[in-house]
């Protein structure tokens, strides 16, 4: 039976980082017997520098994509800068033949510009949010997945989901059997979804152009556990209910439920981290009217429950 073959795609100046999680991962053996058969491939069939201090010299040019069954693409160099046409018409030659094309990080980027992933999920590093929403609005980016896989085109998140990616499609490949085995080998958990959320902070503004708003939101943060009416708040900053919710909105971005929801949650995650409060008392102080509405809604905005996040990010001891 032959091996699966992946082509591992370099680039100029490409991530040392990136580069090394697939090649480590497609290029170890079990048994003494590799698991894939690993290609690295040059678009110029030239050796490539790095972004510092390492070159490596590939095993051929765009030709090798022709056969390989995975075809990876490990970040990308420069968000600005398209594939060459040749790279790009060799990926969607690799798809259509029925292979897995993968971007690894900005490497999402390499797939998006060849129109790969036009009408389909994809994730990427959550640094990049905003920039591939306006650059590729036909696709739909899941800033929350580790990695997303539709239709054998396989995108990922940054730095370490960049490995999770690499292990499904171990998995897909080998069986969960050898995908632990390999997990194990390199000492990370042998199977993370790839719809768990990125563990990542999507600050809100302390402060706004608007210094009566500003005045309101410091208020607000220091009695988040009180419950507040629009109707309440508005007379506070001595406007109408109408006048105060388009103020609101314009100096936030936010209505003042989405605001107050997100600071919530700002806290409540300080609170899981820093204390050993249970939940039903985290919850209390943070102004969730249930320590069940507290658990909806943290699982809704990080894919993982309140517990789970103190158990990853939390340390013991008292509240500080």
């Given amino acids: 039976?032959?091996?699966?073959?992946?082509g591992l795609i370099l680039y100029p100046r490409f991530s040392p980082f990136h580069f090394s999680v697939p090649y480590m991962v497609f290029g170890m053996a079990w048994s003494e017997r590799p698991l894939f058969e690993l290609l690295i491939v040059g678009p110029e069939g030239e050796p490539l520098e790095a972004e510092r201090a390492m070159t490596v010299r590939p095993d051929g040019g765009l030709e090798l994509l022709e056969e390989v069954d995975i075809a990876v693409v490990p970040g990308w160099h420069d968000l600005d800068e398209p594939p060459a046409p040749e790279l790009s018409e060799a990926l969607i030659r690799?798809?259509?033949?029925?292979?897995?094309?993968v971007g690894l990080c900005y490497g999402a980027y390499a797939l998006a510009y060849a129109g790969l992933l036009d009408g389909r999920r994809a994730s990427t590093h959550w640094v990049a949010e905003r920039d591939?929403?306006?650059?590729?609005?036909?696709?739909?980016?899941?800033?929350?997945?580790l990695y997303v896989e539709e239709d054998r085109l396989v995108t990922s998140a940054g730095t370490a989901a960049g490995l999770d990616c690499c292990?499904?499609?171990?998995?897909?490949?080998?069986?969960?059997?050898i995908a632990n085995q390999v997990a194990r080998l390199l000492v990370v958990p042998p199977h993370r979804e790839g719809g768990q959320a990125q563990f990542i902070e999507q600050p809100v503004a302390i402060s706004t152009q608007d210094a009566q708003i500003n005045r309101l939101l410091d208020y607000l943060r220091e009695h988040l556990a009180e419950a507040h009416s629009l109707d309440a708040l508005a007379a506070r900053t001595a406007m109408s209910r109408r006048t105060f919710t388009r103020h609101f909105h314009r100096a936030t971005g936010m209505t003042v439920g989405q605001w107050l929801i997100h600071e919530r949650l700002r806290r409540?995650?300080?609170?899981?981290?820093?204390?050993?409060?249970?939940?039903?008392?985290?919850?209390e102080r943070c102004g969730f009217q249930t320590a069940t509405a507290f658990r909806q809604q943290f699982r809704q905005h990080y894919r993982v429950s309140p517990r789970e996040w103190r158990k990853t990010f939390g340390g013991p001891g008292d509240e500080r």
């Avoid at 690799?94 to 094309?101: F, K, L, T, W």
């Avoid at 409540?268 to 919850?283: H, K, Q, Y």
């Fill in 132 to 145: 591939f929403g306006r650059r590729f609005p036909e696709v739909g980016l899941d800033t929350n997945a």
């Fill in 167 to 177: 292990l499904f499609l171990v998995r897909e490949y080998h069986g969960a059997g």
């Fill in 94 to 101: 690799c798809h259509r033949r029925g292979a897995h094309v």
């Fill in 1 to 6: 039976m032959s091996l699966p073959r992946v």
């Fill in 268 to 283: 409540s995650r300080e609170l899981l981290e820093t204390s050993s409060l249970p939940i039903e008392r985290v919850a």
